[in-house]
DNA sequence: TTTTTCATGCTACTGAGTTGCAAATACGCA
DNA sequence: TGCGTATTTGCAACTCAGTAGCATGAAAAA
């Protein structure tokens, strides 16, 4: 069975091409492989996936994961197991914007472990800090079931 | 200079006695050192504070943190740096009950690493899940500089 | 095409956390 | 108080995510 990433190579492409840096196959492909990805993928997911058409070092699937971060494409999330995962970033609101103005949500499905980005829903959020203490930016973690684990 | 976790000892040997369970010298240290801490700690900050008077082997302060957790004495806390951080849990609000109550939040310091506890402030958290999606807890990570480093 | 610059792949490394097992220790009980 | 047993500790060796250095290879510029 064809892996679904392949569908989005073309996609990739043009947004590598967006950033104005090198193409490269791995770039390519993995940002492919976030496109295709419902959900956070952990570099080990990355690599996995892309083994069999576009095999990539290790090594490489790290730089390149840190490069599109950097790049604002996509945003890492920590999880509970020490692994960071990957999620491409909506195009109409990059991390950046969003983190800016304040928060970031995610949702964990205890029963499948898999990682959503909560871009749409604008949470409410209000904290109050101790004397002197300044935010810059509020994450959210919400654990549960997810639709299809429910 | 005496280091300030000496003074706790007291406390954390009541604190592990209460449990039932066996009472050990590097349980009590190690619970001793987390009550002295204002603000989340390594196993490393740990095995460090007790080097010089409770030397106690870094398996153990693995272990011994993972069992006040399980005791509910202490939760974990998942930082940026892939590194677990404890923090004792007050007495009145044991992160048990707050984590099904809803939310459990956390401030890091983006200056000083320094993570800390925001039991005392409840923050007005509302968040719309897509269909299907059910809550169980939420977490909260505040980033931003503390009122030392502000 | 040639040159230059940057990315890749490989190997070796770091550092957090875990596992298995023998030795030590807390605690119940006589 | 001393003994026996169950539990903990300490040690060594391991796993696994992520990183660093460096030679080779590929993309873009000339």
Redesign the pocket.
Known sequence: MKPPYLDYLVDAEAGIRATG???????IAVLACLLASGSAA???DVAHTLADHH??????V???L??LVNKGLAHRIAGDD???RFMINAQHSPAQTDRQHGHHAHFTCEACGQTFCLEKVTPQVEVKLPKGFRTSEIDLMVRGRCAHCA
Chains 1, 2 share one sequence.
Do not use: C, K, N
Request: glycine fraction near 0%; charged fraction near 35%; avoid cysteine.
């Open positions: 840096e090198r193409l490269t196959q791995p770039r952990s570099h080990l095999a990539v070092d290790r090594v490489t790290y730089r390149v840190e490069w020490r692994v960071w």
